[in-house]
């Protein structure tokens, strides 16, 4: 229960959202509860529910609809690699085939050892940078690029995700 | 001697500290508002200066919070610092190394609305970033800067920073509120407007962040200094985002009225490898393609001009494309882009942008029949004509234009 495992955060969350704001800490809550389950489960779906006084059904149809709530379980760690056409006209697209064909996966898939899952994202406002990925773990996200001088290669990426999957 | 206005940090190391700041003249700004200013007279200064809403609209801003409705309180001051157009990332580097400006310049709009809490709505992807600006605010409590009664007068201010989960729509200002208050990020009919019944049914003002962290330099300086640069109708300066084919790319605070050729020759240093420019979409994915012929690239980047051009100057991400890009690749890349962000409340956006999605990749692919392109001109004057809000309305915008510009590409994929 997050009640139990995260009593001090979720008192918190409730406390900074007093009055009529109480539903606007379901955003806060559905990150504490992905944190804790690794995505947003039935469990979690019900137990922010119970806290703020709404349906599982109306938790479901937030995290639904943001696309940085899971509903489903993936890697450890989702790796987001923005190819939308500004990144796209930098390399994005190949940078996201090198960087899977290493880890052998395709995009959407998850490692063997359930540590990687890599996916194609919607713009980051990195674009100069191009190409960036973000990092989405139970320590939240974490931007991963270089400079337009020196922009992120496969290899380099390859080099920061195998530090990551020792932590 | 500085040159910046907005992007100061390039001029001042460690400008992201608050002694570097107050250092600099830092909330100086905000403490003469506070102390010997009516809220009407910020407005008059700020309505004086021209300035306008550098988030998209162009929206005078004095204006835009003249017309919050009158002697019904609580109000609320929002900033937006959703920050998803693509090719938009100039908030990002004002919010990362130049906080205080911005947060000093939300401060100002909350005083002039006669607000005394304001919000910052920040992006999920940007919750690094989110936990930085929280420190700042922090900051700015434990210093006298945000609280109750300020300066020993009885105007009151509390800030809270707000993190989105991930939506292009909630840059809107009527789903970026749906957000705030935890539901889903949709946008809702106007009227009425949030300036009558926005956050919590009250009176709410959203500016973006860029908008508001013009707001200390034009109080401590004056209307008149501010039009010093820019033009007549666009005063001021901008700072454009700068991607694509292009040898430099990233973020240039320049007057507006700049031409696109300077942006993208001088300060860009052009296509790589020598290419040609072909053509470049002036404020990202929601605006209309423009050719690169010497008119467009001699076109002064203001509202008035290149809106006459055929586009729009939105937000300034100038997107470019030299001539290796195949323009229906950027279409298809585009249609992606605003299938996955329809939020799906309104049918002509969330079936129009799957559909447009379906005939590009068909066309893209060599699939395409002889009828699909006078399709996708059909089903883009639906979906622009027929959706709720900016974002479908916008959504064929590049599309139909790369169409019109460069139609011979389609054709040679058919």
């Not at chain 1, 704001?21 to 469990?43: C, F, H, V, W």
């Not at chain 1, 995009?107 to 191009?130: Q, Y």
């Not at chain 2, 390039?10 to 809220?39: C, M, S, W």
């Amino acid at each position: 229960m997050l009640t139990d495992t995260y009593s001090t955060e979720v008192e918190a969350i409730l406390a900074r959202h007093p009055g009529d704001q109480k539903r606007a800490a379901a955003m806060p809550l559905l990150y504490l509860a992905q944190k804790a389950y690794g995505y947003i489960s039935l469990d979690a779906l019900i137990e922010v529910g119970a806290l703020l006084g709404l349906t599982p059904a109306d938790v479901a149809s937030l995290a639904g609809f943001y696309s940085l709530y899971h509903l489903h379980p993936a890697g450890r760690r989702r790796v987001q690699i923005c190819t939308d056409l500004p990144c796209a006209l930098r390399g994005a697209d190949k940078f996201a085939e090198e960087l899977c064909a290493n880890l052998h996966i395709k995009l959407g898939e998850t490692t063997d050892d359930g540590e990687f899952t890599v996916e194609a994202v919607t713009c980051l406002a990195g674009c100069l940078n191009a190409p960036l990925f973000q990092v989405q773990d139970a320590s939240g996200v974490h931007y991963y690029e270089g400079t337009p001088d020196q922009p992120l290669t496969a290899a380099a990426a390859i080099g920061i995700l195998d530090q990551l999957r020792g932590k | 001697m500085t040159q910046y206005i907005l992007l100061r940090h390039r001029d001042i190391p460690r400008l992201n500290q608050l002694e570097v700041y107050l250092q600099h003249g830092g909330f100086e700004a905000f403490k003469n508002a506070v102390t010997t200013k009516t809220p009407q007279q910020v407005i008059d200064q700020i309505k004086a200066s021209g300035l306008r809403g550098r988030g998209g609209a162009g929206f005078p801003t004095g204006l835009k919070w003249s017309l919050l409705t009158k002697d019904v309180f609580p109000r609320y001051v929002v900033a937006n610092s959703d920050e998803s157009e693509p090719g938009t990332f100039k908030d990002r580097e004002i919010l990362e190394n130049n906080p205080y400006q911005f947060l000093e310049g939300l401060m100002i709009a909350a005083y002039a609305a006669q607000a005394n809490l304001a919000f910052n709505y920040m992006r999920g992807e940007f919750a690094d970033l989110a936990a930085k600006v929280e420190a700042n605010i922090a900051e700015l409590y434990a210093h006298g800067w945000l609280g109750q009664n300020l300066f020993g007068t009885n105007y009151s201010l509390d800030i809270r920073n707000k993190l989105g989960a991930g939506a292009y729509i909630c840059g809107e200002e009527s789903a970026l509120l749906e957000s705030i208050e935890g539901q889903r990020g949709q946008p809702k009919p106007k009227p009425p407007f949030p300036a009558d019944k926005g956050l919590y049914q009250k009176p709410t003002v959203i500016n973006n962040a860029e908008t508001l962290t013009n707001l200390p330099m034009i109080v401590a300086r004056g209307s008149a200094w501010f039009r010093t640069f820019g033009t007549a109708a666009s005063p001021g300066v901008k700072i454009f985002c700068l991607s694509g084919s292009v040898n430099r790319p990233g973020n240039y605070e320049l007057p507006l009225g700049t031409t696109f050729r300077v942006l993208i020759e001088k300060h860009g240093g052009g296509a790589p490898g020598g290419r040609k420019v072909k053509g470049f979409i002036p404020s990202g994915a929601s605006s209309n393609v423009l050719p690169a012929t010497d008119e467009i690239l001699d076109c002064p980047m203001d509202y008035e001009s290149v809106a006459q051009k055929g586009s729009g100057l939105g937000s300034a991400s100038v997107i470019v494309f030299d001539e290796s890009v195949d323009m229906v690749w950027a279409a298809l890349k585009i249609a992606r882009f605003f299938k996955h962000e329809s939020c799906g409340k309104c049918t002509p956006c969330r079936v129009g942008t799957r559909l447009m999605l379906e005939l590009l990749e068909r066309v893209y692919n060599g699939e395409g029949q002889p009828d699909d392109l006078r399709q996708i001109e059909r089903l883009g004057g639906v979906i622009q004509r027929g959706s709720l809000c900016g974002l479908g309305q916008a959504a064929p915008n590049a599309i139909l234009s790369s169409l019109r510009h460069f139609r011979a590409e389609f054709e040679a994929h058919l």
